[in-house]
């Protein structure tokens, strides 16, 4: 058995726009629903979630069937949390609140194996397809991708020494956590929160490193799309179910309550 490609991360590296959606709701059926979409990849998340580790093998079973790429964000950048998640056949990770270059070097350790790295081995991990690809320690690195997020003012002032970590493969500017950061909590479209976002994006573009971001705002996305962005988040299931249920009360007259 051949040691899965990582169609997300080759896309990255080809600088092809990538166009993906939030999962939020625990359990496979919201992810295969999602899958079946049109997207280009799904972020399965158990930081802003009540999302565990143990959801994840079924939630990354129900998208398998899909030609979508699942991106997986462990709730911390954690030595554990990266192992698991790994072993339980994620291959793409984004690991929230990077501040400093060290903070990004730690995450990168913990995605290689020894003598590179610090992952724990296993001989039957999911990843391994329960050990029957055989050089799945030796070759797992290759198609092993690491995002990492930079979402404050301190980080956004470390961000090409944090892009150009060796083995970091993109960053994922957190436009939410930035506004809090620049003393604009809850308003991701202040115009100086903007301002920053488009700097960063220009800014990793620089030094030729893909940047993301998630945004509700659609204008907002096309213009992250023009200045560079390749990987885009443009929804969020929880956000798209309520939208929908109030407008569906709303066109029968029931008040938002």
């Not at 802003?48 to 790429?69: E, F, G, K, N, R």
């Not at 397809?129 to 404050?152: M, S, W």
Request: proline share 6%.
């Amino acid at each position: 058995m051949t040691l899965m490609i990582n169609t997300f991360k080759r896309a990255l590296k080809a600088g092809h726009s990538q166009i993906g959606i939030w999962n939020t709701i625990a359990g496979p059926v919201v992810p295969e629903l999602l899958a079946g979409t049109g997207f280009d990849w799904i972020l399965l998340d158990t930081e802003h979630s009540v999302t565990d580790l143990p959801d994840l093998v079924p939630m990354l079973q129900a998208v398998a069937a899909y030609p979508i790429a699942p991106v997986v964000r462990p709730q911390a950048n954690d030595t554990v949390l990266i192992k698991r998640a790994l072993d339980l056949g994620a291959q793409t990770l984004l690991l929230p609140y990077i501040q400093t270059p060290a903070e990004a070097e730690a995450a990168v350790r913990a995605m290689r194996y020894a003598p590179r790295g610090i992952r724990g081995v296993s001989g039957l991990t999911r990843a391994s397809r329960f050990g029957a690809i055989k050089d799945y320690v030796n070759r797992a690195e290759d198609e092993l991708c690491l995002i990492v997020q930079v979402e404050t003012g301190e980080a956004l002032s470390r961000l090409e020494e944090i892009a150009t970590v060796d083995g970091v493969d993109a960053v994922f500017i957190g436009p939410s956590d930035l506004a809090a950061s620049l003393g604009h909590p809850g308003n991701a479209g202040h115009p100086d929160v903007v301002s920053k976002v488009e700097e960063a994006i220009l800014r990793l573009k620089a030094v030729g490193v893909p940047s993301g971001i998630l945004t509700l705002d659609q204008a907002f996305a096309r213009r992250c799309l023009e200045l560079g962005t390749t990987f885009t988040a443009v929804g969020v299931d929880m956000a798209l179910l309520r939208n929908a249920a109030l407008a569906l009360a709303k066109g029968f007259g029931r008040p938002h309550g």
